[in-house]
């Protein structure tokens, strides 16, 4: 569920995964990532989104 959150809110995915700072230094420059470029620069922030939601299940199958 997170995955899908991801594609249309990266900064509210990274906050559920637990990464308080890593979301809101994303959220303040995504807006304006979003606002000046049409949306060409979603796709990286969805792949860091996807990349951090990868480590934080892997962080848990290790425990």
């Known amino acids: 569920m997170n995955y899908v959150l991801a594609l249309f809110l990266p900064p509210l ?3 559920l995964t637990g990464r308080i700072f890593v979301a809101i230094i994303t959220f303040i ?3 304006p990532a979003i606002i000046f470029s049409g949306g060409l ?16 299940h892997a962080d848990r199958r290790v425990r």
């Open 13 to 15: 995915s990274i906050l």
């Open 29 to 31: 420059i995504w807006v």
């Open 41 to 56: 620069t979603h796709p990286m922030f969805i792949v860091l989104a996807w990349i951090l939601i990868y480590q934080a």
